[in-house]
Structure formats: C-alpha cells, structure tokens
C-alpha cells in the first residue's frame, strides 16, 4: 500500500498511523492497546482483523482483507440505500404533510436534524477529540454534502429556486466560514467566539420558520385544509371481524423480497434481492412503514403491534442502555412493561383492513428507527474508511477531509439523493445546507465552548492542520461559486448547476490529495507549521 511522506515525518507513539514503523511482530499488540486505534472501533474491530486475525507479513491474505473490506463497505451502502428508499424517504414525507410544512422547511429542519443530529451528539460529547481531525472531517463534510449531494439532486431533479431563500442558506453559510477562517487565524477560539457561531445558527432557523409563516399568511388557507375530496373508507360493513386475515396481512408486509420483482428480475438482480433479504428483513420487524401512497398507508395491525416493543428494544440494545437500571429494574425491563399495555390497546382499537386515526403517531416510531440504523451502518463504514486510511497510511487532515467526510455524509448522500429520485427535490437541497450548518455551528461552536470551559484562560486551543486553510478556501469558493451560477442562470437549479459544483469539489479534492503526496505545496502549511516538527 502507498503512503505519503509528510504524514509520516512527525508521528506520535499514540498516532495509530505509527504502526507502519513497527515491526510486524508488534502491529497486533499496537492495535490492540492503542487508543487512537480503538477510535476506527465501533462494532466490529476492522483493523484487528487485518493486523491481528490476517497479519501484515502474509502480504497477499492481507491484501484480499482489504478488498473484503471494500466489499463490506459496499454491502453497507445498499442497506444504507435500502433503509432510506424504503423506510425513511416514505417517513419524512408523511411528517410534511402531517405538519402541513413546505418541503424546504422539512429540509433545513426534520432532515437536516436527522442526518445531522448523530455527528453533532457525538462531536459535543467528545470535547477532547482530535481538532485536526474534527476540523477538516466537519469542513471536508460540508464541501462533499453541498457540492456533490446536492449537486446530484440538481442533476436528478432540476427545479427553480426562491431567490431569497437560496441566497439566504448561501449568505449564512459564507458568514459562518468566514467567521471561523477569521477567528481560528491563530488557532485559538475563545467563548465569544463560539457564542457567535451557535447564535448564526440559531438566527437561521428562526429566519427560515419566520419566512415560512410569512409565506403561508399570504397564500391565505387555500391549501391548508387539503383534498376535502380525499375520503377515507370508514363505513365498513360492521360484519366484518377486525381481525379478519390478520396472519396473511401479516406475512405479506414481512416478506423481504418483492415477488413480482422476483419473477421480472435475472439472476443478477434476484442475487441482490437474496443480499438485500436478512438486513431488511431485520428493518421490517423493526421500523413500521408509514406511506401515505400506498393501500392503507403502509398500516399492517399484528407487525404495527410487534413494532411497539422490537423497536424500542433494538434502540436500547444498540445503544448499550438495555441493562443500566433505572429504580433497580433494567431498561429493557421498564421497555417490556411499558409496550405490552400499548400493543394490547391497539389490537382491541384498530382493525386489519384500515388504518386506526393514531396510525400518524407511528411517524414517530419510524423516524427514530430510521435515524438509529443511518446511524449505525454510517458509523460502520466511517470504521472501514478509518481503517482503510491507516492502511493507505493518510495524514489527519487528508483522513478528516476525504474518507471520513465521506463516512460521516453517506446517510445524507443516500437519504437526500432517494428523496430527490421521489420528487421531493426541494426537501433533499435545503437539507443539504441545513445539515452542515448544524453541524459546523453547534457541532463545532458547542464542542470549542467546552473545550474552553475545561482550560483557565477559557480559550480553546484549536489546530486546523496542513489542509485546515486549504478547507476553508475551497468550501468558500464552493459556496460562491454556486451562488454566482444561480444568479446567472436567474436562480434555475438546471443540471448545469449541479455538475458546475462537482467539479469544484473535485478540484478542490484533487489539490488536496496533490498537497498530500507533496506534488504541490497545500494552502496555509508556511504559516502554521507542525508543532512536532524538531
């Protein structure tokens, strides 16, 4: 595997990329015992099971691990797909309209929370990471998800913008890198600092509710009350049980695989449905389907039923709380209690051929089960992606900018770019901005303030790395050069737009791996150089 020189020339004994200067006796233990190491862990021990289970000495063993890596990886990108087609598009879409919100406040809002909110929980709750990695992975994250997600959208599903409501996400989002460039010159950030940016946030959200309230005043209620066509088949004749073909509805809403796809697919295609089958077999029995296009919204009574106790269950266990104790009985006890009343009141009030008035409140159940696996099948492949960068051996900041960016953003990339195939465009672009700017200004404001709490001058120290300007630049650059193609083209999102903010990615990504493998010399390396450096 190639490496770079520079990320080489100054490592640390804790820097888990130090295990390349080892000898291949003390790689496993290395692995093992090091924190930084444990950092590419979530589930499953990735790095382990190259340089302890293979070994880096059985050179071609090693090398076909690694590929099963990328396999894995990829296996983790169809059930990403999957889960956003299936579960969380359908979701989402049902809370719009039960909330009666446009589809560009959904974005900035629902979306933006649910793709963001794992990065930002994670990142506040680990003041003491890495701010060179968390740096570039927040900034490089922001780049990949406005430039290629949202450019995709565009190229998917073209449509015109609102002037102000574009140019509103772009002045914010350039007002927030340019407040960080500008205060992180010197690689310090003090509270003030920090209030500012979780403050632009927050003006930002209270802009984009108080401009939708605006907008809804003045179209008047034309649209609120709905189709008052659309009636509901509620008058069913009172002889039928409720009960009636409760293990057939059943069995047909749990079968993992689409029959009629079965008989019109190849081989090819019913491989991939046997692949798809376990994993989504498990989000069936979990997440409840709420699709307001399909007979009876997606509501299945008996699985519906099951969901209220498999989910919470699943959430608990996942998160490692299902034993912690809460009045001396155990979470997963409290769950059981509490569901099973709940499942025997909703099989005596609601009946198998329709769906019960509370069936909304199942919006709920399957926004948070799709949240929780995003998240879990994201984190897995930011440990693949870590792992694969300590192979390649990748600098922090090339790591942060690239791979983990990359890892952190593929539940975004997957959900925004299945809503955009669905026709919900508008919703998969604002979520696009809003995402990122959650995370950059609360991610990044919250987890500085208490970075600077935990020092006595309360100002925290933060090192941007040798990709840290480069970061800065090429995402300001992204931002303009977006907003500038929307004003000529009179704020039409054509697909011109989108392939116009690719390509800068791609320039801006290519200068970066140009600057790591020292071709050229990266942005901001003269003015703040390595503090390891003899």
Same mark, same amino acid.
């Given at each position: 595997?190639?490496?770079? /020189?520079?990320?080489?020339?100054?490592?640390?004994?804790?820097?888990?990329?130090?295990?390349?200067?080892?000898?291949?006796?003390?790689?496993?233990?290395?692995? /093992?015992?090091?924190?930084?190491?444990?950092?590419? /862990?979530?589930?499953?021990?990735?790095?382990?099971?190259?340089?302890?289970?293979?070994?880096?000495?059985?050179?071609?063993?090693?090398?076909?691990?690694?590929?099963?890596?990328?396999?894995?990886?990829?296996?983790?990108?169809?059930?990403?797909?999957?889960?956003?087609?299936?579960?969380?598009? !359908?979701?989402?879409?049902?809370?719009?309209?039960?909330?009666?919100?446009?589809?560009?406040?959904?974005?900035?809002?629902?979306?933006?929370?649910?793709?963001?909110?794992?990065?930002?929980?994670?990142?506040?709750?680990?003041?003491?990471?890495?701010?060179?990695?968390?740096?570039?992975?927040?900034?490089?994250? #922001?780049?990949?998800?406005?430039?290629?997600?949202?450019?995709?959208?565009?190229?998917?599903?073209?449509?015109?913008?609102?002037?102000?409501?574009?140019?509103?996400?772009?002045?914010?989002?350039?007002?927030?890198?340019?407040?960080?460039?500008? =205060?992180?010159?010197?690689?310090? +950030?003090?509270?003030?600092?920090?209030?500012?940016?979780?403050?632009?946030?927050?003006?930002?959200?209270?802009?984009?509710?108080? /401009?939708?309230?605006?907008?809804?005043?003045?179209?008047?209620?034309?649209? #609120?009350?709905?189709?008052?066509?659309?009636?509901?088949?509620?008058?069913?004749?009172?002889?039928?049980?409720?009960?009636?073909?409760?293990?057939?509805?059943? +069995?047909?809403? @749990?079968?993992?695989?689409?029959?009629?796809?079965?008989?019109?697919?190849?081989?090819?295609?019913?491989?991939?449905?046997?692949? %798809?089958?376990?994993?989504?077999? @498990? &989000?069936?029995?979990?997440?409840?389907?709420?699709?307001?296009?399909?007979?009876?919204?997606?509501?299945?009574?008996?699985?519906?039923?099951?969901?209220?106790?498999? &989910?919470?269950?699943?959430?608990?266990?996942?998160?490692?709380?299902?034993?912690? =104790?809460?009045?001396?009985?155990?979470?997963?006890?409290?769950?059981?209690?509490?569901?099973?009343?709940?499942?025997?009141?909703?099989?005596?009030?609601?009946?198998?051929?329709?769906?019960?008035?509370?069936? %909304?409140?199942?919006?709920?159940?399957?926004?948070?089960?799709?949240?929780?696996?995003?998240?879990?099948?994201?984190?897995?492949?930011?440990?693949?992606?870590?792992?694969?960068?300590?192979?390649?051996?990748?600098? %922090?900041?090339?790591?942060? @900018?690239?791979?983990?960016?990359?890892?952190?953003?593929?539940?975004?990339? +997957?959900?925004?770019?299945?809503?955009?195939?669905?026709?919900?465009? =508008?919703? #998969?672009?604002?979520?696009?901005?809003?995402?990122?700017?959650?995370?950059?200004?609360?991610?990044?404001? &919250?987890?500085?303030?208490? =970075?600077?709490?935990?020092?006595?001058?309360?100002?925290?120290?933060?090192?941007?790395?040798?990709?840290?300007?480069?970061?800065? #630049?090429?995402?300001?650059?992204?931002?303009?050069?977006?907003?500038?193609?929307?004003?000529?083209?009179?704020?039409?999102?054509?697909?011109?737009?989108?392939?116009?903010?690719?390509?800068?990615?791609?320039?801006?990504?290519?200068?970066?791996?140009?600057?790591?493998?020292?071709?050229?010399?990266?942005?901001?390396?003269?003015?703040?150089?390595? !503090?390891?450096?003899?």
């Amino acid at each position: 595997m190639s490496s770079s /020189q520079n990320s080489t020339d100054f490592l640390r004994p804790d820097d888990c990329a130090y295990i390349h200067r080892l000898p291949v006796d003390e790689q496993c233990e290395f692995v /093992q015992t090091t924190e930084a190491c444990a950092e590419s /862990q979530y589930y499953f021990n990735y790095a382990g099971f190259l340089y302890c289970t293979i070994g880096s000495d059985r050179e071609i063993l090693f090398d076909v691990g690694f590929v099963l890596l990328l396999c894995v990886c990829v296996y983790y990108f169809i059930v990403l797909g999957t889960t956003a087609d299936q579960f969380f598009c !359908p979701t989402l879409a049902a809370i719009a309209k039960s909330l009666n919100i446009s589809e560009a406040l959904a974005g900035v809002t629902i979306l933006a929370f649910g793709n963001g909110s794992p990065d930002l929980f994670t990142a506040v709750s680990n003041p003491d990471a890495d701010t060179e990695l968390m740096f570039s992975e927040l900034v490089g994250s #922001a780049a990949f998800v406005i430039a290629v997600i949202g450019g995709l959208v565009l190229l998917i599903q073209p449509f015109a913008f609102p002037p102000w409501g574009i140019s509103r996400d772009l002045a914010f989002f350039i007002a927030a890198i340019v407040w960080i460039t500008v =205060k992180a010159a010197d690689e310090r +950030f003090t509270l003030f600092d920090s209030s500012v940016l979780i403050g632009m946030y927050l003006l930002f959200i209270a802009l984009v509710i108080w /401009q939708f309230i605006q907008a809804r005043e003045e179209e008047g209620r034309s649209y #609120a009350t709905g189709d008052a066509n659309t009636v509901h088949e509620q008058n069913v004749a009172s002889n039928i049980p409720p009960n009636e073909g409760i293990l057939n509805d059943f +069995f047909s809403h @749990l079968n993992p695989i689409d029959l009629e796809d079965w008989d019109e697919g190849g081989w090819v295609m019913r491989m991939f449905f046997l692949l %798809k089958a376990p994993f989504l077999l @498990l &989000l069936l029995l979990t997440i409840p389907i709420v699709d307001t296009t399909v007979e009876r919204d997606g509501w299945c009574k008996l699985l519906n039923i099951c969901h209220c106790l498999t &989910l919470p269950l699943l959430i608990v266990f996942i998160n490692g709380v299902a034993f912690i =104790k809460l009045a001396n009985v155990r979470m997963f006890i409290w769950i059981i209690l509490f569901a099973v009343p709940v499942m025997v009141v909703i099989f005596y009030t609601s009946r198998t051929d329709r769906c019960p008035g509370y069936h %909304k409140t199942f919006t709920l159940l399957s926004f948070l089960g799709c949240i929780q696996a995003i998240y879990v099948v994201a984190q897995e492949v930011v440990s693949v992606l870590e792992t694969v960068g300590i192979v390649l051996n990748l600098s %922090k900041s090339l790591l942060g @900018l690239s791979l983990l960016a990359w890892g952190n953003s593929v539940g975004d990339l +997957f959900s925004n770019v299945a809503l955009a195939r669905q026709g919900y465009g =508008k919703m #998969a672009f604002a979520a696009c901005f809003g995402g990122p700017l959650l995370n950059l200004c609360l991610g990044l404001g &919250l987890t500085l303030m208490a =970075k600077a709490f935990s020092v006595p001058n309360l100002v925290a120290e933060v090192r941007k790395g040798v990709m840290g300007e480069n970061c800065e #630049a090429y995402l300001f650059q992204i931002l303009t050069t977006t907003w500038l193609c929307l004003l000529f083209t009179n704020f039409q999102g054509r697909r011109s737009v989108g392939l116009s903010m690719i390509v800068t990615y791609l320039m801006f990504l290519s200068f970066s791996f140009l600057g790591e493998f020292e071709l050229i010399h990266p942005y901001g390396t003269d003015h703040h150089p390595d !503090p390891n450096e003899g």
